[in-house]
């Protein structure tokens, strides 16, 4: 993923929508933080699948997706000519967070340390079948902005450090047959990265590797 010829605005707009980890529309970046996805940002940000963004009335809404998760693992270029202080204090606090910070409280990911919801003591670290069910559903609300919304392995997978990747499978296997629950493999293979495809579950000869509840 470096290598995609990030500017420093780009990279803060995917820093801001980390922070936020929700739906946000355009407006409301700009009137609280000042920050502006205009077009050429949201066709680039699109284009690399690091944001979705979605026409709502007259505005644009933007969340990060599953790729723009895993690009803000990495080192972001923030260090802006006439910001170089900000850029730099930018980079100090995300390079904290990943290596000082989340490995502290047990935190696995981005993803995992900016969810809507903190779910680690919501049910006992292990269990039987019925206590990875609830475990899988409880990650995907703490991910999901919404019932339906699609949510890569990816990023649910690191919620599950504790437990044996068979075990995982299996669940997995088991909440698909569930009425409202669809796993899918990624339509446009060629995006997938070597994270996606590690994270991926092997359902009906088929490597899938988007969830949906509620759908």
């Known amino acids: 993923m470096p290598g995609d010829d990030l500017t420093p605005s780009e990279s803060a707009i995917l820093v801001a929508l980390m922070a936020v980890a929700r739906e946000i529309p355009n407006t409301e970046l700009k009137e609280r933080y000042h920050i502006d996805v205009r077009k050429g940002y949201r066709d680039k940000l699109n284009r690399l699948r690091y944001v979705e963004s979605r026409k709502s009335g007259r505005t644009y809404l933007h969340q990060l997706a599953d790729r723009g998760w895993a690009r803000v693992e990495h080192d972001l270029p923030l260090d802006a000519r006439g910001a170089?202080?900000?850029?730099?204090?930018?980079?100090?606090?995300?390079?904290?967070?990943?290596?000082?910070?989340?490995?502290?409280?047990?935190?696995?990911?981005?993803?995992?340390?900016?969810?809507?919801?903190?779910?680690?003591?919501?049910?006992?670290?292990?269990?039987?079948?019925?206590?990875?069910?609830?475990?899988?559903?409880?990650?995907?609300?703490?991910?999901?902005?919404?019932?339906?919304?699609?949510?890569?392995?990816?990023?649910?997978?690191?919620?599950?450090?504790?437990?044996?990747v068979a075990d995982l499978d299996e669940a997995l296997r088991r909440l698909e047959r569930e009425p409202d629950v669809n796993i899918v493999p990624e339509s446009n293979q060629k995006m997938l990265t070597p994270q996606d495809v590690a994270a991926a579950v092997r359902i009906g000869g088929q490597d899938k590797h988007l969830l949906a509840i509620g759908v």
């Open 84 to 164: 170089r202080a900000l850029g730099g204090a930018l980079t100090l606090l995300l390079a904290n967070l990943r290596d000082r910070i989340a490995p502290r409280d047990d935190y696995r990911s981005f993803g995992e340390l900016f969810a809507l919801t903190d779910l680690r003591a919501a049910t006992p670290p292990t269990g039987g079948p019925q206590v990875l069910r609830t475990r899988l559903r409880q990650a995907y609300a703490a991910l999901a902005t919404g019932p339906g919304e699609w949510v890569g392995l990816t990023r649910l997978r690191p919620f599950f450090g504790d437990v044996d």
